[in-house]
């Protein structure tokens, strides 16, 4: 009668230790499904920023593609009104080196390449370009004496990186400026001279063309 009553208490715990086992057990996966429904929460929302990012991503793009088609015809309009050369016509600036001239309706431009004038990303005048504006200087003082001049930088479109300058738009006209300066300190007048600057605007068909200054004489 002993030996039954001790077999019986042996399967009542043991019933109760498996009871406690599958009661964990339902506890650690309940636990594991909350997780699940986490992650699938979080999957849900970095699939959701992803097809937002997506989505900008694409009209950054159809925004980029649209401006290089604005950008390519405004250089090919820019190129059509770029002034066109007189046959015979003398403007005064021939054989000044890194100059050329130009004539249209009521202007004779001067362009001078910027290269000739400035280092990379600089606006200071270099040593050498003092000669060139000297000659300008002096076409400016006796073939159009007392005419209305405008100084116009010019520059291409590269971004500003190392240089320090704001903006093109910012070093085209520092660079106008110290055209302006010496032309002054050369006796044209400051009266006759206004600054103007068109930053990567106005572009030519190379990024050497583009980078320039113009001095744009009003002649009517």
């Known amino acids: 009668m002993r030996a039954y009553r001790v077999a019986a208490l042996c399967v009542m715990v043991g019933a109760a230790g498996l009871g406690g086992c599958a009661n964990q057990l339902q506890e650690e996966n309940a636990m594991l499904q909350e997780e699940v429904t986490a992650l699938r929460d979080q999957l849900g929302q970095r699939n959701d920023a992803l097809d937002a990012a997506n989505q900008e991503l694409r009209q950054r793009q159809q925004r980029v593609a649209q401006l290089e088609r604005d950008l390519r015809d405004a250089q090919r309009?820019?190129?059509?009104?770029?002034?066109?050369?007189?046959?015979?016509?003398?403007?005064?600036?021939?054989?000044?080196?890194?100059?050329?001239?130009?004539?249209?309706?009521?202007?004779?431009?001067?362009?001078?390449?910027?290269?000739?004038?400035?280092?990379?990303?600089?606006?200071?005048?270099?040593?050498?370009?003092?000669?060139?504006?000297?000659?300008?200087?002096?076409?400016?003082?006796?073939?159009?004496?007392?005419?209305?001049?405008?100084?116009?930088?010019?520059?291409?479109?590269?971004?500003?990186?190392v240089s320090g300058h704001e903006s093109n738009y910012h070093l085209g006209f520092k660079r106008a400026y110290s055209v302006f300066e010496y032309l002054m300190e050369q006796g044209v007048t400051r009266e006759r001279m206004s600054l103007a600057s068109y930053g990567p605007h106005d572009l030519r068909g190379t990024k050497e063309r583009s980078r320039r200054v113009e001095i744009v004489v009003l002649v009517d």
Do not use: C, W
């Open 77 to 161: 309009e820019a190129e059509a009104a770029e002034p066109a050369e007189q046959p015979g016509f003398q403007d005064g600036f021939e054989g000044i080196e890194g100059v050329t001239g130009a004539s249209s309706p009521g202007r004779v431009t001067a362009t001078i390449e910027s290269d000739i004038l400035f280092r990379p990303g600089q606006d200071s005048l270099r040593q050498d370009a003092q000669r060139t504006l000297n000659e300008v200087a002096n076409v400016l003082n006796s073939e159009y004496a007392g005419r209305e001049i405008q100084v116009i930088g010019h520059t291409d479109q590269d971004p500003i990186r």
